[in-house]
């Protein structure tokens, strides 16, 4: 199957096995997390990263925090300050704090969540294949696929969905700064799949979009609020806005669990701001080390420049309040 190589998460049976995602592409590396600190220091340090993959290692470790002797409260909100922007982490540690208390084993209900989201990729990318039917150059940002879910991924789990029905599918990927998840990990995934790909500094975005080398923008969420606001890794938004002057229609693709109903739109979704050596970095022509750097990890895409946002559900459409409520019930 098409981008499912790659285990990014599994459990052992006393240890959480992830891929090191700092370490892609020069090397892949796995790690054993064994302790609840663990899972929340990898989780900080970005080796754990995307959204769905957060949620159940989240929830992992969870199960590792309560078996450590922590409780369950305590092993929950340390899990859920670990990163603040990507709901799914909050979510997945508040199901398996609820299995707990309420008497089920919270292992099950993690072990669920893996194959949950596995089976939601998938159906993500065929509810993505059906609607950007005759996109064929396909535009997207950071990295959401076999890395950052325990399946085969969200926006690229529509790349690959394509590339597996035999239809002709070609990705742009950009840099994705200052981490560079798309030069690092999109690029690296696709490459192993076979798909054509193209890489972009973020700044080329516009240019691509404007001058008819885009047939869709298909990107991840962190959190979408309840009409249809969604955060997502820094950039998506100056994307969103190109995409909009250039007339080139603009996807979100997500589990149905990135979508907060208690968040009524995006100035509700808190952004995580990350430090300053990220983008500073270090070595032969960085910045003085003390130059100020605002560094924030994500931005919000306003509902009105989101066309479609696809789900294991089905595909939402505006008014996307109305389109919740309808697939969610
Ligand atoms: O900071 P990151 O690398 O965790 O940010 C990831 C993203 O913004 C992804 O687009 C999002 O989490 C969706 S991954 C399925």
Redesign the pocket.
Same mark, same amino acid.
């Given at each position: 199957m098409a981008g499912a190589t790659l285990e990014s998460i599994a459990w052992t049976g006393d240890a959480l096995r992830v891929v090191d995602?700092r370490r892609v592409p020069d090397e892949t590396v796995v790690l054993e997390l064994r302790t609840i600190e663990g899972v929340v220091q990898a989780i900080g340090a970005?080796a754990v990263?995307?959204?769905?993959?957060?949620g159940t290692a989240g929830a992992f470790g969870f199960v590792l925090g309560v078996r450590g002797g922590l409780t369950p409260d305590d092993a929950a909100a340390r899990l859920i300050a670990a990163?603040p922007?990507?709901v799914?982490l909050r979510v997945a540690v508040e199901l398996v704090h609820a299995a707990l208390v309420g008497g089920e084993d919270p292992l099950e209900v993690a072990l669920g969540l893996l194959a949950a989201d596995r089976a939601a990729c998938l159906a993500i990318g065929e509810h993505g294949r059906r609607e950007l039917a005759g996109a064929s150059r396909l535009l997207t940002?950071?990295?959401?696929?076999v890395l #950052? *879910?325990t399946g085969r991924?969200?926006?690229l789990g529509i790349v690959y969905a394509k590339a597996e029905a035999g239809e002709r599918v070609e990705v742009l990927a950009t840099e994705?700064r200052p981490?560079r998840?798309g030069a690092r990990l999109t690029v690296w995934e696709l490459q192993q799949a076979g798909v054509p790909v193209t890489l972009l500094v973020d700044a080329a975005a516009a240019a691509a979009l404007t001058t008819g080398r885009v047939d869709a923008v298909v990107?991840?969420?962190?959190r979408i609020a309840a009409n249809g606001d969604t955060a997502?890794?820094i950039g998506?938004l100056a994307l969103a806005i190109a995409a909009s002057h250039a007339g080139v229609p603009f996807y979100v693709? #997500? *589990?149905w669990n990135?979508i907060d109903p208690g968040a009524p739109d995006g100035a509700a979704i808190p952004i995580?701001e990350r430090g300053a050596e990220e983008v500073l970095g270090g070595g032969p022509g960085a910045p003085a080390a003390d130059t100020t750097v605002w560094n924030p990890?994500?931005d919000v895409t306003p509902a009105a420049l989101i066309p479609g946002i696809v789900t294991e559900r089905g595909v939402l459409h505006p008014p996307f309040g109305a389109a919740i409520a309808e697939l969610g019930r």
């Open positions: 995602q970005l990263r995307g959204a769905n993959v957060l990163r922007t990507a799914n940002h950071c990295n959401t696929g #950052a *879910t991924g969200t926006a994705t981490l998840q990107v991840g969420a962190d997502n890794k998506t693709a #997500a *589990t990135a995580e990890a994500f």
